[in-house]
């Protein structure tokens, strides 16, 4: 009876229902008594319960979430007004992952390939294009967020921003290069100095990329084990994220009305088209210019891109995306080294992401950044983003870091919290097809797209 399908018919029948009698209710065609209206409203939210029951996802909970936290906000404003503590836990524990996901990730990333002979032309190829490509993204970001000017005119209660407004004093560009180098790593830990973060573990990676291998190995192996733990850190963290979708929305509405769902619409529509934007207007090109056959590559990226949306993991894709590219006519050594370091490296979703997401923070909280800031800030998430692909929503993380840097309030990143699960799925696909692109850009660099292998290359060459 209580089957997924007819539990999904029930909520879009009682949807209908329920949207109806509110509009006939608001333009006062029949006025119906409020305990009639709210279990009604109530009524589509139980079916998607129900329905989140039966499927056991994250993704679906989270939808839950935000759609109960809106209706708890608009019944119960003064309940939902006390539930920010719930949203801060999630937030705090948030913000312990950054120093060590970044710190392994681009450790691993930078010595994980120490024999610079064998990565050869092929390293500094790959990375070259991974900050051209990652470049246009933000900057594409950029300008779709000060065009459509999402978060722009919101009237923000005195109480949702009070204490959340640090005064920061204008720097000069000594200031500021100087502020990008870490003096003491701990201390940068604890003022969550992202940048810092990046930059020492940058030239940790480096250093132990040079040592021997007696005493780059175990260090290697840490790092690496560092990372998967965090991974898995941040998948247990991110169970508690339906409760702190739920707090966030519900306390934003019982703030500021309904209005504020109208500005994170707008957030994820401009995000949409720029993505459209980016995939037409950049990596279509590149697959014209050099001559790849683009119904074959859509063919080849479909089943990868689709786990990715689906799953908004770009690692949950990785096997079959390799798998793919090789299939397609990319050298194996190619695929297992371009896709993997564009994982850390080549982040073109999330990248443009972060850069609409940093703009619209300052913009709901009433901040004009100079352009000369924006340019800043732009420069920071093209380190600060690199190696977060491979955990669901782990941009929030750098997103946070990013605030905090700059001096921005992190309550709206609550409110965004709420349609971060629907902006994951399209930005996490964007960085499967870049990653994709770039292994045949390379292979086509090298001069061996679609070259044959022989049993004995075959045989010689692992992932």
């Not at 709210?38 to 499927?55: D, E, M, S, T």
């Not at 404003?77 to 710190?103: D, G, M, R, W, Y």
């Not at 300052?362 to 491979?390: P, W, Y």
């Amino acid at each position: 009876m209580f089957t997924p399908r007819n539990l999904l018919i029930g909520f879009f029948t009682s949807l209908t229902l329920a949207v109806g009698v509110n509009l006939t209710d608001h333009f006062t065609l029949i006025d119906f008594p409020w305990w009639l209206l709210v279990p009604i409203r109530w009524l589509p939210i139980v079916f998607y319960f129900l329905y989140a029951c039966k499927k056991k996802k994250l993704t679906t909970w989270i939808f839950v979430s935000m759609l109960a936290g809106v209706e708890f906000g608009y019944d119960l404003p003064l309940v939902a007004k006390e539930l920010n503590i719930v949203s801060q836990i999630f937030i705090h524990l948030v913000k312990t992952i950054i120093a060590p996901l970044l710190f392994g990730t681009l450790v691993t990333g930078i010595a994980g390939h120490a024999n610079l002979k064998q990565v050869g032309r092929m390293g500094w190829k790959s990375i070259v294009y991974f900050e051209i490509v990652s470049t246009i993204a933000l900057f594409i970001g950029l300008a779709a967020i000060n065009i459509s000017g999402a978060g722009l005119g919101v009237t923000v209660p005195e109480a949702m921003s009070k204490g959340n407004l640090p005064e920061v004093q204008a720097q000069s560009w000594r200031d500021i290069v100087l502020h990008v180098f870490p003096e003491n790593i701990a201390k940068s830990i604890a003022e969550g100095q992202v940048l810092q973060i990046v930059v020492f573990s940058i030239l940790f990676g480096i250093a132990l990329a040079m040592v021997k291998e007696q005493y780059r190995l175990p260090m290697l192996r840490f790092t690496d084990s560092l990372t998967a733990v965090m991974f898995k850190f941040t998948n247990m963290i991110m169970l508690f994220a339906p409760f702190a979708v739920f707090a966030a929305i519900a306390y934003s509405v019982g703030h500021m009305g309904l209005g504020v769902l109208f500005n994170l619409f707008e957030l994820l529509g401009t995000l949409y088209i720029a993505l459209i934007i980016f995939l037409l207007g950049v990596l279509l090109p590149i697959l014209l210019i050099l001559k790849i056959p683009v119904k074959k590559f859509i063919k080849a990226v479909a089943e990868p891109v689709t786990i990715a949306f689906a799953t908004t993991s770009s690692e949950s894709a990785l096997p079959l995306a390799m798998e793919n590219m090789e299939r397609f006519g990319v050298p194996r050594k190619i695929v297992s080294f371009v896709i993997p370091t564009g994982y850390s490296f080549n982040l073109d979703g999330t990248t443009l992401y972060l850069a609409m997401a940093s703009l619209f923070v300052a913009h709901m909280a009433g901040i004009r950044l100079s352009f000369e800031t924006q340019i800043i800030m732009m420069v920071t998430l093209m380190l600060t983003s690199k190696g977060v692909a491979g955990v669901p929503r782990a941009s929030l993380v750098i997103l946070l870091g990013t605030a905090t840097s700059f001096g921005l309030p992190t309550w709206p990143i609550f409110i965004i919290l709420g349609i971060d699960e629907l902006m994951d799925m399209a930005r996490t696909a964007t960085n499967v097809i870049g990653n994709c692109l770039a292994t045949v850009v390379i292979a086509k660099w090298e001069g061996e797209f679609g070259k044959k292998m022989t049993g004995d290359e075959l045989a010689g060459e692992e992932y």
